[in-house]
């Protein structure tokens, strides 16, 4: 059922985990730094939201989604809990299984041929780490194996990256598999060949700007357009610059936005929504105002608009989201498909906090405002 009803919490308390200091926030002070921008957000409000994560403070990080063709109701999100592993729930929010596998930061995935490959980026092992399910009864799978489903009995890799690791993405590019890697408070971006458990590629993520590279200069949010054979890659730090590389040697292609155009803070989750094979927009959390931007999927990448994620019906606002992935396959519930985001202050109406989850919303909801 969709929650059409906002739930405006103007003055619920929040914290802030990464100074550790609890501070007081409105939405009317969100709205009001959109001095940069060239439009007033629009607003959705989200249909489902997952159970709070084991781990406290900022823990739950990036959403995955998996289509099972062969059965949509099936389907599943996986997220992380970036302190402690890998979580599996349902499209009704229902956690079906959970992994203590250490601090999983990203994850990512791809389908092939009846095979499904999940890419992690691991900070307890600084490994990039691989896994392979089939996907016959993989929704079974899950909801019977309630712990510890990422077994280390199944296929998995450890691949070594030589670094302290942070976001990761794959891509399927003509029929090979390929992953991006970032570093932790670092400049270094790695590009593997997952069919040969090869480095291919590492880039400064700073060298391609003007001027001197400031402080905070890791990446972390990326994600491949495989019919375009794009990467785009969100860097934090002063700066805030999303790019977009080719995949064909990992060359640098352009700026798609920075802080000095829609960008506020750190451009975090970066996901693609395709409405045809190479057409669609590309969506990106603008974490400093807890708004999530849009842009054409194709060069030379125009701004579209912005979305904020509001309360309703029991459901609190979307805040300080860091990752998210959307998909456009129909399913039920979601007739255009479905956006998962993080949500960095989980609350009730009361404005009490509880342990970080993850959001489901409609994307036809935020067609209907661009495409009416």
Request: net charge negative; proline share 4%; charged share 25%.
């Amino acid at each position: 059922m969709i929650n059409n009803e906002p739930l405006m919490k103007l003055d619920s308390p929040m914290t802030t985990y990464k100074n550790s200091k609890k501070i007081a926030i409105s939405l009317l002070a969100i709205f009001l730094s959109f001095s940069v921008h060239s439009d007033v957000p629009f607003i959705i409000f989200p249909i489902i939201e997952t159970e709070p994560v084991i781990s406290p403070e900022d823990a739950a990080d990036d959403p995955a989604i998996w289509i099972n063709n062969a059965d949509p109701k099936k389907s599943l999100i996986f997220g992380t809990d970036k302190k402690s592993g890998i979580y599996v729930y349902d499209l009704k929010g229902n956690q079906l299984s959970y992994s203590n596998l250490g601090k999983i930061n990203n994850i990512d995935l791809r389908s092939v041929e009846g095979k499904l490959h999940i890419v992690t980026s691991n900070r307890t092992m600084s490994t990039l780490d691989y896994w392979i399910f089939d996907e016959q009864d993989l929704y079974k799978y899950f909801k019977s194996t309630p712990s510890n489903s990422f077994s280390e009995s199944m296929s998995h890799h450890h691949l070594v990256t030589g670094m302290s690791v942070y976001g990761v993405c794959m891509g399927l590019i003509d029929n090979g598999l390929k992953a991006v890697i970032t570093e932790e408070e670092g400049k270094q971006v790695q590009q593997w060949d997952l069919n040969e458990q090869i480095k291919t590629h590492v880039i400064d993520i700073t060298q391609f700007e003007k001027g001197k590279p400031v402080e905070g200069n890791e990446a972390e949010g990326c994600v491949y357009d495989d019919e375009n054979e794009t990467i785009f890659i969100s860097r934090e730090g002063d700066k805030g610059i999303l790019k977009a590389f080719s995949v064909d040697g990992f060359k640098y292609l352009q700026d798609v936005d920075s802080r000095a155009g829609e960008i506020e803070g750190d451009p975090e989750g970066v996901s693609i929504y395709k409405t045809s094979n190479k057409e669609g927009y590309l969506v990106v959390s603008s974490q400093g105002n807890s708004t999530f931007n849009l842009y054409n999927r194709k060069t030379p990448y125009q701004y579209v608009g912005t979305f904020m994620i509001l309360g309703a019906q029991g459901i609190d606002e979307v805040r300080d989201t860091d990752g998210i992935d959307v998909t456009s396959t129909p399913l039920p519930g979601y007739p255009k498909g479905m956006m998962v985001a993080q949500d960095g202050f989980n609350t009730n109406q009361r404005g009490k906090l509880f342990n970080q989850n993850f959001k489901y919303i409609s994307f036809k909801d935020v067609l209907d405002q661009i495409e009416p």
